[in-house]
């Protein structure tokens, strides 16, 4: 493994300026900083289509008016899929794009932060240039830059502030060299004078021990030169040991506009630092990082959402919480939804969750009761404990969201499990609808697993709670879009969903709760012979209707 080095102490001057973000280990490659105008990429002259993508959404197409995706967009997120044929094999990225759009050509420029796990250095900052073509919602962007070994190109379905997507380059040969999937989160204001907390799970390393689980808390405060100071906490799950509670400082750091980077530096972290590249809006931050040991090699790198977090009161925990999600761990690898009604009486938290975990034979739901549950600040602790099994979770609150890591252990107190999530509470009517997740099978049998961007139309729910629907689904690497028909039940809010079509060779079954404009779910698809092939998890966000997908 070649040594990468963390940021060093920076300048003032250079602060000032903030034109350039000296070494950040980069062998003196030096971040160069951009002011939040950015330039326009140009016309599009590609001529592109939308590969078949079809007329879906509810606004109008082709008018000189439609805007629809202009505007300042933020993201993190790493390849689900690298080649050996790439560079650097996978990498983990944090992006600004500043699209416009005039009728159905999209042009634009960005900035993106890429960290790396192969190579001489450990990040770089690169500019790029957009191009692409929208078709009412939907939108397939091209992002340009001499520093890809392979062009990107994105399909997205706009759905309010998010925009839901899939991405992939493709190789000389035209085969999918890397791909991945991500939401983009539009940029109206930004102040990162805050208090964040952030639920995560390391990328890098792929497995082992050294891969953590964190929940983390982060306070920022910029001073009149542009500098970022702070403080806070990383709670680490470690396998069959009580988490790991680490404070640090912000050894250093820089903020311009909704652009930032600083590192997670003394007290716990002195020899183990960890360089954060991050873009904000008012109420949502992502970033991508690295860490490092003490000889400055690196030891874990991911990406992650932070959530701004205001004085939250004991009762701001008391909702129904919703959240789907994975095993981090490689020994245990399962999906799960999970419903947790929670009750807080001062600071003492209880009530009951129903967790279903789909790598059951016949997946459904089991009662689980909240046991030690307590509330200080943002930080929320409690024991989900079942018949098999208990959740152990620690969760900070942000806004609307609860977000943290767990560990799952068996009733005799063996370890099982541990991985990292983020919950959400809202209504659970009006599931009628356009829905858009973009989502990578996590567990899988003889075929490739797939990044993947869903559309799902109910189109109508009975007074019996019977759902009809229709769907879209495209895998990334192909330029046409897999239609399907969707039948499925509601009751008692448990929602489930079965696709069918012959583009699918076989059923795809999920199991879904709805809060405010989100679905939850959990899935497991079957082949022709109705055998298990994939199965993973999704947050689905809602878009404008829709009343036919084509090709």
């Given at each position: 493994?070649?040594?990468?080095?963390?940021?060093?102490?920076?300048?003032?001057?250079?602060?000032?300026?903030?034109?350039?973000?000296?070494?950040?280990?980069?062998?003196?490659?030096?971040?160069?900083?951009?002011?939040d105008a950015l330039s326009s990429a140009g016309d599009n002259t590609s001529g592109a289509t939308d590969g078949g993508g079809g007329s879906s959404g509810g606004g109008s197409s082709g008018g000189s008016s439609d805007t629809r995706f202009s505007g300042t967009w933020i993201a993190a997120y790493g390849d689900d899929v690298a080649t050996s044929e790439t560079d650097f094999g996978k990498n983990e990225y944090a992006v600004r794009l500043v699209l416009t759009q005039n009728r159905t050509s999209i042009t634009g420029s960005g900035t993106m932060f890429r960290v790396f796990r192969e190579g001489a250095v450990a990040a770089d900052e690169i500019t790029l240039s957009v191009t692409g073509t929208a078709s009412d919602d939907d939108a397939r962007i091209y992002l340009s830059s001499n520093d890809f070994d392979y062009t990107p190109v994105w399909y997205l379905r706009l759905a309010d502030d998010y925009m839901v997507g899939v991405y992939y380059a493709l190789d000389a040969n035209d085969a999918v060299a890397r791909s991945g999937c991500g939401i983009w989160h539009e940029v109206d204001s930004s102040d990162i004078e805050s208090a964040w907390v952030a639920g995560f799970t390391d990328s890098y390393p792929g497995s082992g021990t050294d891969k953590y689980d964190r929940t983390a808390t982060l306070v920022l405060a910029a001073a009149s030169d542009s500098t970022l100071d702070g403080s806070g906490t990383l709670i680490h799950q470690q396998e069959g040991a009580v988490p790991l509670e680490l404070d640090f400082n912000v050894t250093q750091g820089a903020v311009d506009g909704s652009q930032a980077a600083f590192s997670f530096g003394g007290v716990d972290l002195a020899t183990t630092p960890m360089?954060?590249?991050?873009?904000?809006?008012?109420?949502?931050?992502?970033?991508?990082?690295?860490?490092?040991?003490?000889?400055?090699?690196?030891?874990?790198n991911g990406y992650a959402t932070w959530y701004a977090s205001s004085t939250p009161?004991?009762?701001?925990?008391?909702?129904?919480?919703?959240?789907?999600?994975?095993?981090?761990?490689?020994?245990?690898?399962?999906?799960?939804?999970?419903?947790?009604?929670?009750?807080?009486?001062?600071?003492?938290?209880?009530?009951s969750a129903q967790v279903l975990d789909e790598s059951a034979a016949a997946p459904a739901f089991a009662t689980y009761t909240v046991q030690n549950g307590t509330v200080v600040g943002s930080l929320l602790e409690m024991d989900l404990v079942g018949s098999s099994s208990t959740f152990s979770w620690a969760l900070r609150l942000g806004g609307s969201t609860l977000t943290g890591s767990y560990q799952q252990t068996s009733t005799t107190g063996d370890f099982i499990s541990r991985g990292s999530a983020d919950w959400r509470y809202g209504s659970t009517s009006s599931l009628e609808g356009t829905w858009a997740a973009s989502y990578y099978d996590t567990v899988f049998t003889a075929d490739a697993p797939s990044s993947q961007l869903a559309l799902v139309t109910v189109s109508n729910v009975t007074v019996n709670g019977t759902i009809t629907g229709l769907g879209a689904l495209r895998l990334a690497g192909e330029s046409s879009r897999r239609v399907f028909s969707m039948s499925g039940t509601q009751a008692q809010n448990q929602i489930i969903w079965t696709w069918s079509g012959t583009d699918l060779f076989g059923d795809t079954v999920w199991h879904l709760r709805k809060v405010g404009d989100f679905l939850y779910g959990?899935?497991?698809?079957?082949?022709s012979a109705g055998d298990v092939e994939f199965s993973g998890h999704a947050l689905y966000l809602r878009t404008d209707e829709t009343s036919s997908y084509s090709e």
């Open positions: 493994m070649q040594p990468r080095y963390h940021i060093p102490v920076l300048s003032l001057a250079l602060f000032l300026s903030m034109l350039v973000l000296a070494g950040c280990g980069l062998d003196g490659l030096g971040l160069n900083w951009a002011k360089d954060w590249y991050a873009f904000l809006n008012e109420d949502v931050m992502v970033g991508a990082y690295a860490q490092f040991d003490a000889t400055d090699t690196l030891e874990e009161t004991p009762e701001s925990f008391e909702h129904i919480w919703v959240t789907s999600f994975c095993d981090a761990t490689p020994s245990r690898t399962a999906d799960y939804l999970i419903v947790a009604d929670l009750d807080v009486n001062g600071n003492n938290v209880s009530g959990t899935y497991t698809n079957y082949d």
